[in-house]
């Protein structure tokens, strides 16, 4: 089955510490992206990408860092320097080939809390 | 600066009656709106969309309005039923390739 894959589900951090949250898609999609959602606030974007080895800030992307070196994968990076990691991450990718361009298919969220 | 609004933060509704939410935007280069339907713990799931050339677009219990001069769409689902329950995002985009821009999301609850 085609589709988006992110893990770990939920993911536990020691404050100062670097963790890395994994996102996989089969879509053969282009364009991956990666939000982050906080209670009662929609999804913002922090980084996305729309080619390999090709990738852009978002509106929130201090304290974050990502790699695209494979279509297929787009691993997030939070780091010590983001101040308020604790949330709900979501990874999406989109093809210019679908009917919507910019319909954006998500992965299942890893939830992060920092200790 | 948040250029998509979802004034309701919730909606509750009765089994079978309609249920409407409501998105305001500001930027007019928005050209595509979407609407997602997320349940707890999940990742959203695209729901209906439309072009800014359209003022209506309908799949099944679900109709999407668009208001340009307004800059307000609307999304309808009659008649609802509490598997609809979910936080629904209204999306948009522009002229960047694939970007989108969200609401904060209303949290619909259909009551049997």
């Known amino acids: 089955d085609g589709g988006i894959t992110q893990s770990p589900k939920y993911l536990f951090r020691k404050e100062g510490q670097n963790v890395t949250l994994s996102c996989e898609q089969n879509l053969n999609h282009d364009a991956m992206y990666w939000y982050r959602q906080d209670p009662g606030q929609g999804l913002r974007l922090i980084y996305y990408?729309?080619?390999?080895?090709?990738?852009q800030k978002g509106d929130i992307a201090e304290g974050y860092s990502v790699s695209r070196e494979k279509k297929e994968s787009f691993p997030l990076t939070v780091t010590s320097a983001q101040k308020n990691p604790t949330a709900f991450y979501l990874c999406a990718s989109s093809s210019p080939s679908g009917k919507a361009y910019n319909e954006q298919f998500f992965g299942p969220g890893t939830r992060l809390t920092v200790l | 600066d948040q250029q998509v609004k979802q004034n309701s933060p919730s909606l509750s509704v009765q089994e079978g009656r309609i249920s409407i939410l409501n998105c305001d935007y500001t930027n007019s280069m928005f050209d595509y709106f979407l609407w997602y339907k997320k349940y707890p713990a999940e990742g959203p799931t695209f729901l209906i969309s439309i072009s800014s050339i359209k003022d209506k677009n309908e799949d099944g219990r679900f109709t999407v309005f668009l208001n340009k001069s307004a800059k307000h769409l609307s999304l309808h689902i009659v008649p609802s039923q509490p598997g609809d329950s979910a936080v629904y995002f209204c999306a948009a985009s522009g002229t960047s390739y694939g970007k989108l821009t969200f609401g904060q999301g209303t949290i619909l609850t259909v009551h049997p």
């Open positions: 990408s729309q080619i390999v080895n090709d990738f």
